[in-house]
């Protein structure tokens, strides 16, 4: 199993961000979690030492997503940037109205 998430823990672990035992513990739980969901077994519980800190569940929580529903994974990761782009671009503009009164006066 070599996905995204596998290839962010290793990386985290790489990094430091996460540690050895965590990292282990992540793939492991992946690899189990994926497995049961293809062969429709018992989901297998979470271990403790990836709730423990908030960047392991971070990653568990986006796997956990992309794995059991890949649509609502894929829209989110597509509406983020667009909502940043969206309050950018008003933020832009309310700017731009507020100038214009004081940038008329000047010309």
């Given at each position: 199993?070599?996905g995204?998430f596998?290839?962010?823990?290793v ?7 996460i540690?050895?035992?965590?990292a ?5 739980t ?6 049961a ?6 989901i ?7 709730t ?5 569940t ?8 992309s794995?059991?529903t890949?649509?609502?994974f894929?829209?989110?990761?597509f509406?983020?940037p ?8 008003r933020?832009?503009?309310?700017l ?7 940038v008329?006066?000047?010309?």
């Amino acid at each position: 199993m070599r996905g995204l998430f596998a290839h962010l823990a290793v990386r985290w672990r790489a990094q430091g961000s996460i540690t050895g035992p965590e990292a282990k513990a992540l793939l492991r739980t992946m690899r189990s979690h994926r497995q049961a969901l293809i062969s429709g077994g018992e989901i297998p519980t979470v271990p403790r030492l990836i709730t423990r800190r908030l960047r392991p569940t971070v990653l568990w929580a986006l796997f956990r997503v992309s794995v059991e529903t890949p649509g609502i994974f894929v829209m989110g990761m597509f509406a983020i940037p667009c909502a940043v782009a969206i309050g950018f671009y008003r933020a832009i503009e309310r700017l731009a109205q507020w100038l214009a009164p004081h940038v008329s006066q000047v010309f």
